[in-house]
T-cell receptor, first 110, second 111 residues
């Protein structure tokens, strides 16, 4: 299995909702990443997990809460989001010199 | 600091070669990357080059690295309609876990 999967593909939520994005990989990678990508912009790094521990948090607001239950899974819990949080959320996994991206979850916050 | 720059648009005729250029600032980057993103999709790692190399070829793709000028290019030979996408140049950041992306070059193919 050489791919990163993400669910759901699309998500529409209100500002008072709580939802979660999920990411899974079975390539044995010990680093997993969350990125946010706005339209016509490059991906912006949000979080990095290394060996299931949070190693980088790029000053992301607390309404985004990452979780790494095991080495294959990465979640992003969402609560009280704002309309400006609407974006494509990309998960990646990788080794030092390669990152493999999932297809993303397109999130719309109403 | 870390910064990666690339032109925003490139239009080429089908069958011609496409050359996408990129400049970066961090001379200590060990790896430099090219990613492809098709509409509505995630990023696909096309190729990467180690900083002690000056060229890497993989089928239709040729990467050239000029370390002195901190210039990276991606050449796509015999460009096809399926090559239409945004191409991101990226460098390894100061932390080995980070990748610094350029703004992306939108490649469009005309018949």
């Amino acid at each position: 299995d050489t791919e990163v999967t993400q669910t759901p593909k699309h998500l529409v939520m209100g500002m008072t909702n709580k939802k979660s994005l999920k990411c899974e990989q079975h390539m044995g990678h010990r680093a997993m990443y969350w990125y946010k990508q706005k339209a016509k912009k490059p991906p912006e790094l949000m979080f990095v997990y290394s060996y299931e521990k949070l190693s980088i948090n790029e000053s992301v607001p607390s309404r985004f809460s990452p979780e790494c239950p095991n080495s294959s899974l990465l979640n992003l819990h969402l609560h009280a989001l704002q309309p400006e949080d609407s974006a494509l959320y990309l998960c990646a996994s990788g080794a030092r010199n390669e990152q493999f991206f999932g297809p993303g979850t397109r999130l719309t916050v109403l | 600091g870390e910064d990666v720059e690339q032109s925003l648009f490139l239009s080429v005729r089908e069958g011609d070669s496409s050359v996408i250029n990129c400049t970066y600032t961090d001379s200590s980057s060990t790896y430099l990357y090219w990613y492809k993103q098709e509409p509505g999709a995630g990023l696909q790692l096309l190729t990467y080059i180690f900083s002690n190399m000056d060229m890497k070829q993989d089928q239709r793709l040729t990467v050239l690295l000029n370390k002195k000028d901190k210039h990276l290019s991606l050449r796509i030979a015999d460009t096809q309609t399926g090559d239409s996408a945004i191409y991101f140049c990226a460098e390894e950041g100061s932390s080995a876990s980070k990748i610094i992306f350029g703004s992306g070059t939108r490649l469009s193919i005309r018949p």
